[in-house]
């Protein structure tokens, strides 16, 4: 089959994957080409976020409440085994200011599907008895869910085969094979390999593999760290975030960027984030940050301050410069098929772009438009 797939994936990540499973559901013979194994980039640094709740009202809000749905319709689909669990989330203000933008932004996104409850003291510290007294107003997110990100494309990974898909490791993608406008397959250091639909699933790396094909997408790496403490005893029963995360994930300020985000996991542990800052592929521990992140969750959770941190790690999350991911056809190359640019949202919003990408290929009319990801919004800038 290696031979003549009707569709080649470059990128075994969970966007990769996901939209590989959609294909096969649909009966097309996939080949994932990665020059890692699987999950091995973004997907292996992230917090398995699956949330509504940091989006604002728009077309990203749209597909995440459809990928947030998917995720339980996949986890029946595939027999579960990723830890998918309907977590829920409590976003905090701390300000007057703080509590303004965060109701101005609740009302809007009721009008739009997402359940909202705006919540004080008593019914804020019910949910989350450590969480500092001082804070008093927040929202609670009966929708946000969370699973784990690696185990979730692994477990897709094993449906695919069991389909009749392949997927090759350690195959670097060094050309595309474009005759009369029209995507003919890659070139690896593994070989060749013929197709009539490429799909360029390569995360943080999407913007050079579209220019091996004669193609633009200004897609970069934005950094994050995420701290991990020492498993204990139950302390924080949510995904529990500073409402300056929202404004933070929309900002296309290179400069660092720092916001709490605290959860615990079923096995003890307590991941602390956010951090966001465009350093290139800079993978060198920054302790500055992570003292931020500490101080950052401790003045939400002044428990904190006692429990010991285990380890740190960094991932490269690609970042779009409007915060829109890419979904579509390349405007000049016929056959090659976009599928990047979620930024910190890819594993929440896996499915859908997956589900989007793969009707747009069968040619069939799907949940909502793909307009707004379309690559061809980034035309203007290749002219230049």
């Known amino acids: 089959m290696k031979n003549n797939p009707d569709a080649i994936i470059i990128g075994a990540g969970v966007i990769g994957v996901s939209t590989a499973l959609e294909l096969t559901s649909a009966g097309l013979k996939v080949l994932i080409l990665d020059r890692g194994s699987v999950a091995s ?45 309907a977590k829920c989330g409590v ?5 007057e200011l703080g509590v303004g933008k965060l109701r101005r932004l609740t009302t809007a996104q009721r009008q739009h599907g997402i359940t909202a409850h705006d919540i004080c003291s008593d019914e804020l510290h019910e949910l989350e008895p450590n969480l500092s007294p ?26 695919i085969k069991n389909r009749g898909g392949e997927f090759i490791s350690g195959a670097t993608v060094t050309g595309i094979l474009v005759q009369g406008g029209r995507v003919s397959g890659v070139v690896t250091n593994r070989g060749r390999f013929s ?41 924080i029963f949510h995904k529990v975030y500073d409402a300056d995360y929202v404004a933070n994930v929309a900002s296309n300020n290179s400069d660092l960027q720092t916001s709490a985000v605290v959860e615990g996991t079923k096995s003890g542990t307590i991941l602390i984030g956010a951090s966001r800052e465009r350093v290139g592929f800079r993978t060198g521990i920054d302790f500055t940050v992570l003292r931020i992140l500490a101080q950052q969750a401790i003045e939400l959770f002044p428990i904190l301050s006692d429990i010991q941190l285990l380890r740190a790690y960094r991932g490269f999350r690609p970042y779009a410069p409007d915060h829109l991911p890419v979904i579509g056809e390349d405007p000049g190359i016929r056959g090659l098929w976009h599928n990047a640019g979620h930024e910190g949202a890819g594993i929440g919003l896996a499915p859908g772009s997956a ?25 203007a800038e290749l002219a230049k």
């Open 134 to 159: 001082s804070i008093e107003y927040g929202t609670y997110y009966p929708q946000d869910a969370q699973c784990q990100p690696m185990l979730a494309t692994a477990r897709m990974l094993s449906s």
């Open 41 to 85: 980039g973004t997907t292996s640094a992230g917090e398995g976020n699956i949330l509504v709740s940091d989006k604002e009202p728009g077309p990203e809000l749209d597909l995440a409440l459809r990928s947030r749905n998917a995720w339980f319709e996949l986890d029946e689909a595939i027999g579960g085994g990723f830890e998918l669990e």
């Open 195 to 235: 197709a009539p639909v490429v799909i360029n699933a390569a995360g943080t790396w999407a913007g050079p593999i579209a220019e091996l094909a004669g193609s633009y997408l200004p897609i970069a790496p934005r950094r994050g760290f995420i701290l991990v403490s020492v498993p204990t005893r139950p302390l």
């Open 355 to 379: 589900q989007l990408l793969s009707d747009g290929i069968l040619g069939k009319s799907s949940f909502m438009s793909s307009d707004a990801f379309s690559p061809s919004r980034f035309t």
């Open 91 to 95: 976003v905090v203000a701390r300000t």
